[in-house]
């Protein structure tokens, strides 16, 4: 009995992993943004199980005018569903003042022979295309859209929609964009924290940093007054403490 015991164990433990899989994709994280200089942008697709067939996820932009996505397919069969294949989005310049602007890459629903896969629809890949064009005029700023993503913010918190980051990006809305110090701020912001956000998102320690390097923004932002009140008495507060260390020497 034991031996059979041992014996089943053992073929549980070194069955596939896949093998307790469903159907389903994994859509890594993006690289970074795109900009009209032509920069591009990568993610990863990847299959969850092996397929019994070829399976096809068709790929494009919802917006050609912002960026291209290559290549038009994604083809997995049973020996490199494993393995995962990239895709490129490739920014395009429109020559006007647009402001930066979102788009998706648009993973189509698979077609396939294998069941459970046919039909089967990826999740799509938001990206910002960056404007390379004249910053506008003060009395009309642009404004990203609705939908950017503050990624720092979002890895910290765990959620787009979380009370902090909303204030944030509140806060930018409303300060940071109406200048153009604090929009190319904003710009240097999305090109280079996309792959700090993704790897504080990965380690639980430093989603707690991130919180608590955030924490006096958000506690800035949410109550301005008694904030600006603290940090007015502790800037007093240092003046006096100078004044009095450096009148202590001159005795």
């Known amino acids: 009995m034991a031996r059979?015991?041992?014996?089943?164990?053992?073929?549980?433990?070194?069955?596939?992993?896949?093998?307790?899989?469903?159907?389903?994709?994994?859509?890594?994280?993006?690289?970074?943004?795109?900009?009209?200089?032509?920069?591009?942008?990568?993610?990863?697709?990847?299959?969850?199980?092996?397929?019994?067939?070829?399976?096809?996820?068709?790929?494009?932009?919802?917006?050609?005018?912002?960026?291209?996505?290559?290549?038009?397919?994604?083809?997995?069969?049973?020996?490199?569903?494993?393995?995962?294949?990239?895709?490129?989005?490739?920014?395009?310049?429109?020559?006007?003042?647009?402001g930066d602007k979102t788009y998706k890459v648009v993973l189509s629903p698979a077609t396939s022979l294998s069941p459970g896969y046919d039909g089967l629809d990826p999740s799509d890949v938001?990206?910002?295309?960056?404007?390379?064009?004249?910053?506008?005029?003060?009395?009309?700023?642009?404004?990203?859209?609705?939908?950017?993503?503050?990624?720092i913010a979002t890895a910290a918190y765990g959620s787009f929609l979380g009370p902090e980051v909303t204030l944030l990006r509140g806060f930018r809305d409303r300060h940071l964009m109406k200048s153009a110090p604090g929009r190319a701020f904003v710009r240097a912001y999305y090109r280079l924290s996309p792959p700090v956000a993704d790897f504080i998102a990965s380690h639980a320690p430093l989603r707690l940093a991130a919180q608590a390097v955030l924490a006096p923004l958000v506690l800035g932002t949410r109550h301005p007054a008694p904030s600006g009140i603290v940090l007015v008495s502790a800037a007093l507060g240092a003046v006096v403490f100078r004044k009095k260390k450096r009148a202590h020497k001159g005795k």
Not at 16 to 33: H, I, K
Not at 50 to 75: C, G, K, M, R, Y
Not at 126 to 151: A, G, L, R, V, W
Request: charged residues 20%.
């Open 126 to 151: 938001k990206i910002m295309n960056m404007d390379n064009d004249s910053e506008p005029d003060e009395e009309d700023p642009d404004t990203p859209p609705e939908d950017t993503s503050c990624f």
């Open 4 to 98: 059979l015991v041992l014996a089943i164990t053992f073929m549980v433990m070194s069955a596939p992993v896949y093998a307790l899989a469903e159907p389903g994709f994994f859509v890594s994280l993006v690289s970074g943004n795109t900009t009209e200089d032509g920069d591009t942008a990568t993610f990863t697709v990847v299959l969850t199980e092996a397929p019994t067939d070829d399976v096809t996820i068709p790929v494009s932009s919802n917006d050609p005018s912002e960026a291209d996505a290559a290549p038009a397919s994604l083809v997995f069969n049973s020996t490199d569903w494993d393995v995962p294949q990239t895709v490129t989005a490739t920014g395009v310049d429109d020559n006007k003042v647009d």
